[in-house]
């Protein structure tokens, strides 16, 4: 049985190194011979990082398993995931099945009409409308930093930034405060995140094996099942609360948005309403948090950028009041170059969003005809890392985004490929709040430094090793605020 089945593993693999219409496109031989492989890089959080080296080795184009190829180059976001072509389904990792009423699981017409519905919620009136619950949010981030500042510790800024995304996306999709920032109180959603990147090793321990998955399902099925279900009612509970909540009917947040979709064809049922808001829950949060870390981290061991962001947003306000959405993206266009550049050298979403090309034909995807079936995705971390891309591309640079280095042919970094640099995809899947996402960013950075000089803690200052579980893994980085002099 043994020898019959290391026989069929050899001819799969000699067949899929030799004679499959993939074999032209180069790769490690290693992965597409033996696919388990690549799992046992996922379980040790280094997968992402090897995918950047193959990336580095073999260019562009990358065969990283029997139907797998990986892509860097700006034309491929266009191919993949762009508008004027039928769309690539998405990939789901095994057991993650498709859901409807879920926009992000949802199949194309669905999506359409998803998207239809919940766009209303991130226009430009409704941001508008927005800005002053957000505020309260930022008010009280500040408040706390400031006692922290007062007692001289460090802070892991972290839990400070996912306090406060949390705490503001759950008042805009629920209309509820979680007390995060004001009790200093964890929420499920949070828990949840911790959990399943503690859990991802395991979890892709079972994948390789049918016996462990049954072990697991065994040992652990029962509690897992039982937490999802409590999820399900809790989020359940404060999606219909909010739905049934008149006096909150034109609160301009995304809930009454996406209720003003009933009546009309598009409209989305309470259970879509339900599902999505749960969805937004993380979308908009650990995705902001995680940026505002990276940002944070890349800006104090850049000293240079740290002094001229600060000195912009002190220079160019006269008043901390003053500092809102509309004067923070007119003002500070170095402060947005750093945004850019953490979202560069730290996505938020550092993997390859899979897709599939179509049945029964071959897809042109940046030049080349990928054949029906094959998993294909830009690789965000590999892409935006790659010096093929870049100029100086491991390091920060904010000076690379300014309209004056990008319109200067005599800049190294002239010819840098921005376009291939979409840390909110890209096409008619991409991300609905991305503009909430750089205002909210704006305007915690600008208020944060506005308010407090910052200082690396000496233990955080390798934070940017640290490993990829599909999220980053984000160990504590601590940092000490201190009231601005003067
Ligand atoms: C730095 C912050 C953010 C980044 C880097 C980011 C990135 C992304 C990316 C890469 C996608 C595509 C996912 C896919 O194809 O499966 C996406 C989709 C999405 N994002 Fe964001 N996001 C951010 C903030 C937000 C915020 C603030 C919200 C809302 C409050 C949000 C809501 C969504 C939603 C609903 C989708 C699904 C869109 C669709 O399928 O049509 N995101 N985001």
Redesign the pocket.
């Known amino acids: 049985m043994t020898g019959l089945r290391v026989l069929r593993t050899t001819a799969t693999a000699i067949y899929n190194i030799y004679f499959h219409p993939l074999r032209k496109i180069p790769g490690p031989k290693l992965w597409i011979a033996l696919p388990l492989l690549k799992n046992l890089h996922m379980m040790g959080g280094h997968l992402d990082f090897k995918i950047r080296a193959h990336h580095e080795k073999y260019g562009d184009v990358v065969r990283f398993g029997p139907n797998e190829v990986g892509f860097i180059c700006p034309e491929a976001w266009k191919d993949i995931y762009g508008h004027g072509h039928a769309e690539l389904p ?1 990939n789901f990792p095994k057991g993650t099945g498709m859901n409807d009423g879920n ?2 699981y949802s199949n194309a017409a669905n ?1 359409f009409r998803l ?1 239809r519905a ?1 766009l209303p919620a ?1 226009s430009d009136k409704a941001l508008r409308q927005q800005e002053p619950l957000i505020r309260v949010y930022v008010d009280l981030l500040m408040k706390r930093l400031g006692e922290v500042a007062d007692k001289g510790e460090s802070a892991n800024m972290i839990r400070w930034y996912n306090f406060t995304t949390f705490d503001l ?1 759950a008042d ?1 999709a629920y209309g509820e405060e979680l007390h995060g920032l004001a009790e200093g109180k964890s929420n499920m959603w949070i828990e949840n995140i911790e959990n399943l990147m503690k859990l991802m090793p395991i979890l892709v321990l079972v994948t390789i094996s049918p016996l462990l998955s049954k072990v697991l399902q065994f040992v652990a099925g029962p509690k897992i099942r039982k937490s999802q279900a409590k999820h399900r009612e809790a989020s359940e509970a404060m999606a219909m609360k909010r739905i049934n909540r008149k006096e909150q009917a034109d609160r301009g947040d995304f809930m009454d948005y996406m209720m003003r979709s009933r009546g009309e064809k598009h409209e989305m049922t309470d259970a879509e309403l339900i599902s999505n808001c749960d ?2 829950m993380i ?2 949060s650990e ?2 948090a ?2 505002l870390s990276g940002v944070t981290y890349w800006l104090l061991k850049t000293p240079r950028a740290l002094e001229k962001v600060t000195e912009e947003v002190r220079t160019m306000f006269e008043r901390e009041e003053d500092i809102d959405f509309k004067e923070a993206s007119a003002k500070l266009p170095y402060m947005l170059a750093c945004l850019d550049e953490a ?1 560069r050298i730290f ?3 550092p993997l390859s ?1 899979s897709r599939q090309t179509l049945p029964g034909t071959a897809t042109p995807i940046a030049g080349m005809m990928i054949p029906e079936n094959t998993k294909v995705g830009v690789h965000q971390l590999s892409a935006f890392h790659s010096e093929r891309n870049f100029h100086r591309a491991k390091e920060f640079i904010p000076e690379r985004w300014l309209p004056e280095t990008t319109n200067d042919p005599s800049s190294p970094f002239y010819n840098d490929k921005r376009e291939v640099h979409k ?3 890209f096409g ?7 503009n ?2 750089y205002h ?2 704006r305007l915690i950075m600008a208020r944060l430094l506005w308010n407090f000089d910052l200082v690396l803690d000496e233990q955080s200052s390798n934070w940017h090793e640290q490993k990829i579980f599909g999220l980053w893994e984000k160990p504590p980085l601590m940092v000490f605020v201190k009231r601005k002099a003067g």
Not at 428 to 434: E, L, T
Request: hydrophobic share 50%; charged share 15%.
């Open positions: 998405k926009i992000v999506h998207r919940m991130f996306i805009l969805l937004l979308a908009g995705t902001t995680s940026l979202l996505p938020s979403i969003l840390p909110f995809s008619p899947r991409d991300c609905i709040g991305r909430l996402a909210e960013m």
